[in-house]
Nanobody
Framework: EVQLVESGGGLVQAGGSLRLSCATSGFAFDDYVIGWFRQAPGKEREGVSCISGRDGSTYTADSVRGRFTISSDNAKNTVYLQMNSLKPEDTAVYYC?????????????????WGQGTQVTVSS
């Protein structure tokens, strides 16, 4: 069974940093793309960044490029999202998700399995 477990969220002041982790199991890591998404109250879920389990290729959304960095540890089947220079508008529930394949779409509809989410709150 595919399982995704996010951790690392919390409350941080503006300008601070957090590192989110997504521990995965139940599938061949190298055959999937793993993505980070977020959803703020009253807003649509949006793609943040994704990484190929096969070759490490990445895509990052314009809204967070230069502040957020995605990475993976294939031996641990874990993906990370390092978030620096956090802003109040980054406040959201952050989810990891996976899709089968090697392309790097960031659309929500392209992903097959989802974790439970972890709350990130950035105070002014």
């Amino acid at each position: 069974e595919v399982q995704l477990v996010e951790s690392g969220g919390g409350l941080v002041q503006a300008g601070g940093s957090l590192r989110l982790s997504c521990a995965t199991s139940g599938f061949a890591f190298d055959d999937y793309v793993i993505g980070w998404f977020r959803q703020a109250p009253g807003k649509e879920r949006e793609g943040v960044s994704c990484i190929s389990g096969r070759d490490g290729s990445t895509y990052t959304a314009d809204s967070v490029r230069g502040r957020f960095t995605i990475s993976s540890d294939n031996a641990k089947n874990t993906v990370y999202l390092q978030m620096n220079s956090l802003k109040p508008e980054d406040t959201a529930v952050y989810y990891c998700a996976v899709r089968l394949g090697y392309g790097l779409p960031i659309a929500v509809s392209e992903y097959h399995y989802w974790g439970q989410g972890t709350q990130v709150t950035v105070s002014s």
